[in-house]
């Protein structure tokens, strides 16, 4: 990994031992300084993953239609309406694809950080299990999805203070950016509902023994037949290949266990536990209901990206019993950065992000500013 990431995960790192260890409430100026640094580099990244070369194009393809032909760029690059237009916009001011990586990354970034700072329990805790490695994938390689998750993640409050409107609003928005938030319209409701441990245990056995019988393979064919082009998202990510890693796996069958064995003192203690467990324990459910492709790894990315709420929280709600507080916040914290390790080894050369470079290079293809 280039230098860059390891000092952003460094300071990251730090900020959270240091936020964990003296109890304070943490640094929003330190805060804001740390994303700072994250959307430059996002948001300067240049050729981060083949990804970058169809997205380029896509800009220059909406650059050079009027608005009235968005929709025939939307079709022929196969990215959805909303973020054709985003593009069309920035550069009908003058702006180039450079410009636009670093707004999008802005955006996303600026939207995501603010609802880790207002529920994440240890609020660098959360930055840290989010950037690793979501923040690699998201704000650099799908970037679409990236703005998508962002909107939603933004959402959690509306979920959290049932103003349904205002979350729908959120959702027909992200929509627009990524077909796949589909996914996530049920978050509102499932937020809500009542699950004790019994239920947990028995739900996510439930979606285990399915995908091990094959009972995903009987809904397949209706899931491909979705509309509004949802179905032609399914199809794509059920037809690609995933390198998943045992990691992952591990991790979310502990997650669940962890939660189930602090779920009672937690939910007394804490009074949004419940609405982020809920919502990470059914991408869990999608997780392993749809095995090890693809669409088990992006889609779900809606739902089990609130590990970053929960596991925080249930740390700060075991301030009654330090040992385990401190035997928590060691474990996932350790889990962090292996998985950080592992991340260095299977993509840090793969995806670019071993050898960063900027758009400020005076060879790249795009700029700033539009060319005339």
């Known amino acids: 990994m280039s230098f860059i990431y390891n000092f952003l995960i460094f300071l990251i ?9 003296s109890d304070n409430p943490p640094s929003r100026t330190w805060f804001r300084v740390i994303i700072f640094m994250m959307i430059m580099t996002a948001g300067l990244a240049y050729g981060i993953s ?33 973020y054709i237009f985003f593009n069309k916009i920035v550069s009908f001011i003058g702006l180039g694809y450079g410009s636009f990586t670093l707004i999008l990354a802005s955006i996303a970034l600026s939207l995501k950080s603010s609802s880790i700072f207002k529920y994440s329990g240890y609020v660098f805790l959360g930055l840290l299990m989010y950037t690793i490695p979501t923040y690699f994938f998201e704000e650099q390689v799908h970037v679409r999805q990236g703005m998508a998750n962002a909107i939603m993640l933004f959402s959690a409050r509306y979920i959290v ?66 509309p509004f082009g949802v179905g032609d998202t399914y199809s794509d990510y059920a037809n690609e290949t995933w390198e998943g890693g045992v990691l ?66 249930i740390i700060k709600a075991l301030r009654y019993s330090p040992m385990f507080k401190n035997l928590m916040f060691i474990s996932f914290t350790v889990y962090t950065i292996l998985l950080y390790v592992n991340f260095y080894n299977n993509w840090g050369s793969k995806s670019g992000f071993g050898q960063y470079k900027t758009s400020l290079y005076k060879w790249a293809p795009y700029g700033f500013f539009q060319s005339k």
């Open 13 to 21: 790192l730090i900020s959270s031992i240091y936020e964990f260890v």
């Open 50 to 82: 083949p990804d970058w070369v169809a997205y380029w194009q896509a800009f220059e393809a909406s650059a050079q239609r009027s608005f009235k032909e968005l929709g025939e760029v939307a079709v022929s690059t196969d990215m959805e309406i909303g």
């Open 161 to 226: 203070e049932r103003k349904f409107w205002k979350f729908f609003i959120c959702f027909v928005i992200a929509f627009l950016f990524h077909k796949a938030v589909i996914a996530f319209f049920f978050a509102y409701w499932i937020a809500v509902l009542r699950f004790n441990n019994a239920t947990i245990i028995l739900i996510v056995g439930l979606t285990v023994v399915a995908n091990i019988v094959g009972l995903n393979a009987a809904i397949d064919g209706l899931l491909r037949l979705l």
């Open 248 to 313: 992952g796996d591990v991790v979310k069958v502990l997650t669940v266990l962890v939660i189930l064995i602090f779920n009672n003192a937690t939910v007394k203690r804490d009074d949004y536990f419940s609405y982020f467990r809920n919502i990470f324990l059914f991408g869990v459910i999608l997780y392993f209901f749809f095995g090890r492709g693809i669409f088990s790894s992006r889609l779900p990315g809606f739902y089990t990206v609130y590990i970053i709420f929960v596991i925080p929280r």
